[in-house]
């Protein structure tokens, strides 16, 4: 089975991590920004994480066999730093031109403030000025107001709903979603937001169109082998290979496909050299590297 991550942070992950990624079978994975764990005090700091995303992370998955896309955005949690929002939003849409930038993302709302709507907002039309999908973060607390919103705002901004992903959703959360032509996504946690269970029911209930389903993993307690796990459950449920392939491999590379950055056939795993440097730096500490003929 081959297997896609649309949502995970590897930049907080283990060179491990890869390697058990690859042996489960994940071929490509796609970073959005996040947020760092505690307050950026100064907007520089998104270029030097931005910068990452497109260069040492897509290099270092590369050295293991992923292909790895990402998503540049202002995180709904660090948009009520107003200053520093605007800040960022004045360099933010030369990322949005590079290759391997496949959507807006992660926006949204967190604690649903108003300075959380203003960006959420100009992000989405970021979106649509680019020609861009956006990956909209449902918020962990009142899910469901926030999740209503989120739908509101995409409609009162304008953007196509079919370049819409709503993300991290739940039982009390998805109806609303497939309301509309928006993708639906589900992040899959240990204790947490949704479990291997859970989404099998509701991929039983609701079917599989357009349905999405990611790891979310970073650096808190996550697990980034999420997706393969559902996808053994699936087909230990009834579901066919040909499901689990739809919904764990070409359901989100056909999402994020609307940016014409990726597509399916874009999924042959890179040629791994790990004699190759990135700005003069390799993944190796002094191991053997491994060179693929």
């Known amino acids: 089975m081959r297997y896609f991550d ?18 489960a079978g994940i071929v490509g994975v796609v970073e959005p920004a996040f947020w760092q764990g505690q307050p950026r005090t100064q907007a520089a700091s998104f270029i030097d994480y931005f ?16 292909r790895h896309f990402c998503t ?16 960022v939003m004045a360099f933010l849409p030369r990322y949005l031109e590079k290759d391997q930038v496949v959507a807006v993302g992660e926006i949204g709302y967190d604690d649903i403030t108003p300075a959380e709507e203003r960006f959420f907002a100009e992000q989405l039309q970021l979106a649509k000025d680019h020609g861009l999908p ?17 739908l509101d705002l995409v409609r009162e901004v304008g953007i196509n709903e079919e ?6 959703l ?23 937001k949704m479990s291997e269970e859970r989404m099998v029911a509701l991929l039983k209930q609701y ?29 230990q449920s009834g579901f066919s290979e040909a499901d689990v392939e739809l919904v764990l491999f070409e359901n989100p590379i056909n999402y994020y496909a609307q940016s014409g950055r990726i597509s399916l056939a874009d ?27």
């Open 267 to 293: 999924m042959a795993p890179p040629r791994i050299d790990q004699t190759r440097l990135f700005e003069e730096n390799s993944v190796l500490r002094g191991q053997t590297p491994v060179i693929e003929s």
């Open 134 to 150: 956006a990956l909209v973060h449902t918020p962990h607390r009142d899910k469901l107001t926030g999740t209503q919103r989120s």
């Open 163 to 168: 370049m819409v992903l709503i993300d991290h």
């Open 51 to 66: 910068d990452s995303l497109v260069g040492w992370e897509r290099f270092r998955a590369s050295q293991f066999g992923i």
């Open 207 to 235: 079917g599989t169109e357009k349905m999405v389903v990611n790891s979310a993993a970073d650096w808190g307690r996550s697990d980034p082998l999420k997706v393969p796990l559902t996808g053994q459950l699936m087909l």
């Open 6 to 23: 649309p949502h995970i942070h590897m930049l907080s992950r283990t060179t491990d991590d890869y390697e058990r990624m690859v042996a």
């Open 170 to 192: 739940n039982e009390q959360t998805l109806p609303l979603v497939l309301e509309t032509a928006c993708w639906r996504g589900h992040s899959i946690y240990p204790f947490t």
């Open 72 to 87: 540049i955005g202002i995180n709904p949690k660090e948009t009520n730093d107003v200053a520093m929002a605007e800040a």
